[in-house]
């Protein structure tokens, strides 16, 4: 049963925040930093919209989806950019869910991390912007609708990290935007072409129009849509615009960017190219998933050896979620109802689990104004709340039994092992080249373990540092937000099925669908 | 088989408290502690007392094994439309195996809880302590009561995450407590942070191979409940069995790094820079033989699998071959070492090599009831006796305040219970005939050797049990024998005397003995023992599940073949069981009791033995092997790769594409210079251009 949206919730979701980002702007100047709980209330707002819809997805077994669909753009001709669609479903709902918490509570935080900084109107208009963006590119349906959020998500933060970054700032923030740019084009490509091929923008009219056209057109329009997301969600080897941005983005920041932002790559593969181009899905010469597959695996693995090299607290965030995006990736890529869930809940987890240990990072930057873990040490008992969220943090990332993490990555490599062992369909045979590379990549998963328990070991056990000798713990305002997000990860790692029912539905209708109907 | 259906009601209750109230309880100790420090501790003990009374209440139904098993579920994950997976149950699961695990677990971590008061006294810490303690009891019994294996994960890494925490409970890491709190001597020493992330990573290793092997069979049966698969092994399409013969080695993975078996063994010497009373009970007593109780668990599985296909069975000899050679290897290790509580962690991991091969002989015979019943047995009486020589250990190391060897001596007229409890739990160690229960589950597993028809483990094993004696007798003589210390002295001059350890200490360990020695004298009755007991009830309960006749795998009647007669091979136990006896004692009797010839003197005289010496003392040198060969390697290809691949060459490729468009662009720029000629001979160029190509155009 799939719903017309009358009450416009998710319109209201996309627009109510970036409405307010003038009222930040105006009412900023006199407000100062205390413009955050404005950010929050609005926020909040969009989050508990969107947590109806996911509370009637897991209440309700029959309510599929809610959709809105609103003429934009005059027709030129016969050319048609189609309505502008917005679509609540079990794979958009807890992804845009997600971002809305992750905005909310982050807007707390930021009131007290960015409490001594300039023009703060501007940081949170930008801010409201940036979270409108990211909820709408989630949303929407229309090709080319997408394409003007996904920019919308990439212009605020490039001015939240030239404008409030560290370090040499605006050269980061040049080099994100020319990353994403230059990835925004090749999407802009692959849009445009399928637009004109398929002659539609809605995601759910293009494996229609794609019917009879060559397996070699199709695939090199999904190759050009898939440099653009995989830019954004920095796949191997093109991620190296993030641990820069990472690093110097302002703390609140880097903790959307990485775990909300760059996982919407992974989330638009699963919204366009599996809805969009069945054929390359199970594509079998070439085998186009198997290659996708052994890309994630480099890019888990790179990403996990990187991150055991970081001294940068939060460059070493940044590259653990390089590799969590390849676990994302890997997931995806096992043509499986399985591992596509457990990409899903990648997103989840690593959503939280990151958000908490870039907060906990910007706590310990604020508390000892350092990045180097060598000038931290022996902060456990006197940070005992940050220390416990920075180990379950590393926990959820590693796949740990009662965080959500661990559903999370038991699917992923589950599904790979049953594409690998029983093929999909008549489509996909089993092959062994994708059970040696799951099997690598389940032995590879060891390098999070590695890279987390030292970092814990490094910052929270021995003897406290020069700088950590009076070390007290941190703000509450600024651990309230680390810990709903820690406790949010538990709840849904006892029980995952709150996010896990509706998506499982949607996706394995999605699956079924890949199956042409002879 | 019969049909099984599940039970729902009161009666399985308990196993579902046994574990909840622990659980619970953790959550309590940091609310407890806001009211009062002493409300914390005893409430946390109490909610372990609540534990252990729930577990006793299951112990009735090992004596009806007709209505076993028993199991409840409710549902937990149900999602639409996955084709393996979509619906996991949370579930328990009682048979004799989860009901005496479950026992086992809950009497001893009380016994330990009540230690804890004494030992853990003024720490100030305690609410951590406290709180993971009580994790660690609910996830360990939730490992063994679980009904489906991903449930048993959750158990499984909730306690390697407790034995995380706790090893590394003294986090700082200080100089000033190598003597106390370090583990190891130079090149070899790690402080307790160390440890604990080596304990965790290294069994994080085997878990992923675990869940590799899991993996693959959730594939092919679609279920991971052990009932389920009991069922399902059964009607597999014989052509892709082959496949669940790495995938069942696989999985022993998990069970080979959680009960520190070769070659993931050396995290567990390590795990010693714990408090005493966390390596009595996770590194001794329990959480080490989760291992040994998922192999128990998938037993039959892998069993009844083999009946199929018969190629499963070298999952067996796997199994059997890494147990033996762990006993062996262990065993050595723990001749050489200098600290008490590392003698004892070695020779666990000996212990559990027994357990692990007698597991492993069982499932390669008809008679697989000897074998199985001999691992477990010989899990349950191993518990109690290491829990006991760790306690006393602990007494020991608070007396003296050091963990070497060498700074104890001669204190067994100060210590004369801790003494007594030390030495009769080490007889039951060593093996000592009649009145000890390491005697008989001991014996019992080199008779299923023989009777599986495997000469050479048997060998190994017998051999091993002098290597026990030794180690053991070497222990204590250095411990409580011979003269007193230069650090006992300089105590002592200092005006601290050595004294016994509080009652709140030692009446444990004292319970303790008693049950190893009331396990002992209960093993004599010829019919009715208790390991003869045992052995009927696992026979009852298992052939339920296996049914003989239909056991037709070529291998294993060719083993049996190969067996010898049951009379024969009791006789032979025993003869060259107190043969190995009586040498291994006999020779550490000399060397450190009677001290005939000095040991130190003797090993500096001979360059071999002097050699033979070094190489036990570095372990063999597989820990050093490990460091060299994965962990310092793959910290410096990571630094290096960050060098040279990302720095130097995938990010400085950006740049150098950056770089040579801005410089073309400047270059390019310089032709823009708003001089008029310039302009015009530009003009004309253009146009003598375009003219070319229009002709070029319509000639082709």
């Known amino acids: 049963m799939i719903l017309e949206d009358n009450s416009f919730i998710l319109l209201q979701t996309i627009l109510i925040p970036a409405a307010f980002s003038v009222v930040a702007l105006v009412a900023g100047k006199r407000l100062k930093e205390k413009t955050g709980w404005v950010s929050f209330i609005v926020l909040l707002y969009s989050s508990i919209l969107l947590g109806y819809v996911q509370l009637k997805l897991f209440l309700e077994p029959s309510f599929e989806a809610l959709e809105a669909s609103y003429t934009w753009l005059p027709d030129i001709g016969a050319f048609s950019l189609g309505n502008f669609t917005l679509r609540a479903d079990g794979l958009s709902t807890p992804v845009a869910l997600i971002i809305t918490i992750l905005c909310t509570v982050i807007s707390i935080y930021s009131i007290k991390y960015m409490e001594h900084e300039h023009s703060l109107e501007r940081y949170f208009a930008l801010y409201l912007i940036y979270a409108a963006g990211m909820i709408g590119t989630v949303l929407v349906t229309n090709l080319a609708a997408f394409f003007v959020f996904f920019e919308l998500m990439l212009i605020p933060s490039w001015a939240l990290i030239g404008v409030w970054g560290t370090g040499l700032k605006e050269r980061v923030a040049f080099k994100y935007f020319m990353f994403t740019e230059a990835g925004a084009l090749s999407l802009l490509a692959g849009i445009v072409a399928t637009g004109f091929i398929a002659n539609t923008f809605n995601i759910f009219e293009i494996s229609q129009g794609m019917e009879g056209i060559a397996l070699g057109t199709q695939l090199a329009i999904v190759v050009a849509i898939l440099l653009g997301l995989f830019v954004k969600m920095a796949i191997f080897p093109l991620h190296t615009w993030l641990p820069d941005a990472h690093a110097e983005a302002p703390t609140p920041i880097s903790a959307l960017l990485s775990p909300a932002m760059i996982g919407i790559g992974g989330y638009a593969l699963i919204r366009i190219v599996y809805t969009g181009f069945p054929a390359v899905i199970t594509a079998q010469t070439p085998q186009f998933m198997l290659i996708l597959s052994f890309l994630a695996l480099i890019t888990m693995v790179y990403g996990g050896y990187m991150a055991l090299a970081q001294d940068d607290i939060k460059r070493l965030l940044a590259y653990s979620s390089i590799s969590q995006m390849g676990y994302m990736l890997f997931g995806i890529a096992s043509v499986s109802t399985i591992g596509v869930l457990g990409a899903v809940l990648l997103y989840v987890s690593h959503g939280l689990a990151k958000a908490v240990l870039f907060m906990v990072s910007g706590v310990l930057i604020h508390e000892f104004k350092t990045r180097s873990i060598k000038e931290l040490g022996g902060l456990g008992p006197k940070m005992p709340y940050t220390a416990v969220a920075t180990l379950m943090g590393f926990l959820g990332l590693m796949g740990f039994p009662f965080i959500i993490g661990f559903w999370a990555e038991l699917y992923i490599f589950t599904g790979s092992m049953y594409t690998a062992l029983q093929g999909f369909s008549y489509l996909i045979e089993p092959n062994t080249i994708r059970i040696l590379i799951t099997s690598l990549a389940i032995i590879g998963s060891i390098l999070t373990a590695g890279y987390g328990l030292w970092t814990v070991r490094r910052v929270f056990y021995g003897q406290p540092t020069e700088k950590t000798m009076y070390a007290k713990e941190g703000s509450a305002i600024m651990l309230a937000p680390i810990i709903v997000l820690a406790a949010l990860a538990l709840i849904l790692g006892i029980y995952p099925g709150l996010v896990a029912t509706g998506a499982s539905k949607y996706i394995s209708e999605l699956l079924s669908s890949l199956i042409p109907i002879l | ?700």
């Open chain 2, 1 to 700: 088989m019969e049909p099984i259906t599940p039970i729902i009601g009161i009666e399985t209750l308990p196993a579902w408290l046994c574990w909840l109230f622990p659980l619970v309880g953790a959550l309590f100790s940091p609310i407890l502690a806001k009211i009062h420090p002493k409300v914390r501790d005893y409430g946390a003990v109490f909610f372990s007392f609540l534990s252990f009374l729930m577990a006793a209440m299951l112990i009735p139904l090992l004596f009806n094994i007709e209505l076993l098993p028993k199991w409840e579920i409710l549902p937990w994950i149900d999602l639409e439309g996955l084709p393996v997976l979509s619906k996991i149950e949370m579930g328990v699961l009682i048979d004799p195996l989860s009901i005496i695990m479950a026992n086992v677990i809950a009497f001893i971590s009380l016994l330990i809880m009540i230690y804890s008061l004494g030992y853990m006294k003024g720490d100030p810490s305690l609410t951590r302590y406290w709180f993971f303690m009580n994790f660690f009891i609910g996830s360990m019994i939730l490992l063994v009561m679980s009904e489906n294996l991903i449930l048993t994960l959750f158990g499984w890494e909730g306690v390697g995450l407790c034995s995380y925490a706790l090893i590394g409970f003294w986090y700082k890491d200080s100089k000033k407590d190598y003597i106390e709190r370090w583990v190891g001597e130079p090149p070899e020493a790690y402080p307790p942070s160390h440890c604990g992330m080596k304990a965790f990573i290294t069994t994080r290793i085997g878990d992923l191979s675990l869940l590799l092997g899991a993996l693959i069979i959730v594939a092919f049966t679609g279920t991971l409940s052990y009932i389920g698969l009991l069922e399902e092994v059964q009607h597999l399409p014989h052509e892709s069995m082959w496949i669940l013969v790495p995938a069942a080695i696989f999985f022993f993975g998990g069970p080979i790094g959680k009960s520190a078996q070769l070659p993931l063994m050396e995290w567990l010497p390590d795990a010693m820079s714990g408090p005493t009373t966390v390596s009595a009970l996770i590194h001794a007593a329990t959480m080490v033989n989760a291992g040994v109780y998922l192999v128990g668990r998938i037993f039959p599985i892998i069993y009844v699998g083999s009946t199929v296909y018969p190629e499963m069975i070298s999952f067996f000899y796997v199994i059997a071959w890494i147990g033996v050679l762990t006993a062996f290897v262990a065993g050595t290790q723990a001749m050489a070492s200098n600290e008490i509580k590392k003698v004892l962690a070695y020779s666990t991991v000996s212990q559990l090599g027994y357990m692990m091969l007698a597991l492993g002989v069982a499932g390669t015979t008809l008679e697989f009831a000897l074998g199985y019943t001999a691992g477990v047995f010989h899990l349950m009486s191993h518990a109690v006796f290491k829990a006991a020589l760790f306690l006393t250990a602990g007494a020991v190391i608070h007396a003296v305040e050091s963990r070497f060897l060498h700074h104890m001596g001669g204190i067994r007229k100060e210590m004369p219970i801790t003494f007594w409890c030390m030495s009769l739990t080490a007889f039951s160690l060593m093996g000592v005939p009649i009145l000890f229960s390491g005697f008989w589950s001991k014996d019992m597993i080199l008779e299923s050797t023989l009777l599986a028809g495997q000469p050479l483990i048997f060998i190994l094993a017998a051999v091993t049990v002098a290597i026990t004696c030794f180690y053991s007798v070497r222990m204590i003589a250095l411990t409580f024998l011979g003269k007193k210390s230069d650090r006992i002295h300089e105590m002592e001059d200092g005006g601290h005397h050595v004294h016994e350890a509080p009652k709140v200490m030692w009446i444990p360990y004292a319970i303790l003995a008693a049950v190893t020695l009331a396990f002992g004298i209960g093993s004599i009755f010829p019919y009715n023992g208790i390991g003869i007991w045992l052995e009927h009830t696992f026979e009852g309960y298992l052939s339920k599940f296996i049914e003989i006749e239909h056991h037709l795998s070529p291998v294993s009647i060719s083993a049996t073949e190969a067996a010898l007669p049951q009379e024969l091979a009791v006789l032979m136990t025993i003869v060259s069981s107190l043969t190995m006896l009586l040498v291994g004692t006999w020779i550490a009797y000399r060397l450190y009791v009677k001290r005939t010839v000095d040991p130190e003197k003797l090993v500096g005289s001979r360059s071999a033995l002097k050699s033979m010496w070094t190489f036990l003392f570095r372990r063999w040198y597989i820990n050093a092997f490990f460091y060299k060969v994965f962990i310092y390697p793959t910290i410096s290809i990571s630094r290096w790769a960050l060098k040279h691949i990302e720095e130097s060459g995938i990010d400085k490729f950006n740049y150098v594409v950056a770089d040579a468009v801005k410089s073309f662009c400047s270059r390019f720029r310089r032709t823009h210079t708003g001089v008029l000629n310039y302009n015009v001979i530009g003009m004309i160029l253009g146009f003598i251009l375009l003219i070319i190509l229009m002709f070029v155009a319509l000639v082709w």
